[in-house]
């Protein structure tokens, strides 16, 4: 398989620390996102969006919430999506919950790399501010479990990314999540390997 990705992005950061968690790892070849257009790999979405998975059949897989879905289905089922109703959803929520505040963080990180200063609107970067401040309180209030679910490594890739892109400046006020954050990072498979850069 083949996963293009962007080192920085924290929703490929998500399906690649999927991979080692789930023992898959070593079938996926991390593929750095090319900008090139004419790219064949990254022509399969149509989005023009990463990350992008393309199976051993040669079938494209996108987003990262369907590419994480896909691996856990190919180690078998049921260990990052548990089975169980009530665990399921729980976890699928916090995905949800982390693949919001990873997008409000993004929107905010475009703002200032594809408009001009005087474009700025500061109306919409403190609308996806709150979004990121009012979902990082939901995780401060109820912290994620000690289970290592699709739920959990969004989370950590959203907090890695907040590290990397705002230089942990939400650690400050989440003494709760910087207990788990640690020791997730301290525990998990990949979670170094899937660092964020440039």
Not at 36 to 58: F, Q
Not at 106 to 120: A, D
Not at 157 to 166: F, K
Request: charged content about 25%; aromatic content about 8%.
């Amino acid at each position: 398989m083949k996963l293009r990705y962007s080192a920085a992005s924290p929703f490929a950061r998500k399906c690649a620390m999927a991979g080692h968690v789930l023992g898959l790892a070593d079938r996926i070849e991390m593929v750095d996102n090319a900008r090139d257009p004419a790219d064949a790999v990254r022509s399969r979405n149509p989005l023009n969006k990463i990350p992008l998975l393309i199976t051993d059949d040669g079938e494209a897989i996108f987003d990262s919430v369907v590419i994480s879905e896909y691996l856990d289905h190919l180690a078998g089922g049921g260990k990052i999506i548990p089975r169980e109703p009530a665990a399921r959803f729980a976890a699928l929520t916090m995905q949800a919950l982390a693949d919001g505040i990873m997008e409000a963080a993004i929107l905010i990180m475009y703002e200032g790399r594809y408009r001009e200063e005087h474009q700025f609107s500061p109306r919409w970067l403190d609308h996806q501010g709150k979004k990121v401040d009012t979902g990082l309180a939901a995780l401060e209030a109820k912290p994620p479990g000690t289970n290592v679910d699709v739920g959990s490594i969004a989370v950590a890739a959203a907090l890695g990314y907040l590290d990397y892109r705002c230089k942990g400046e939400w650690r400050a006020k989440h003494p709760k999540l910087v207990a788990w954050f640690d020791d997730f990072a301290a525990r998990v498979p990949g979670f170094a390997k899937t660092a964020p850069g440039d």
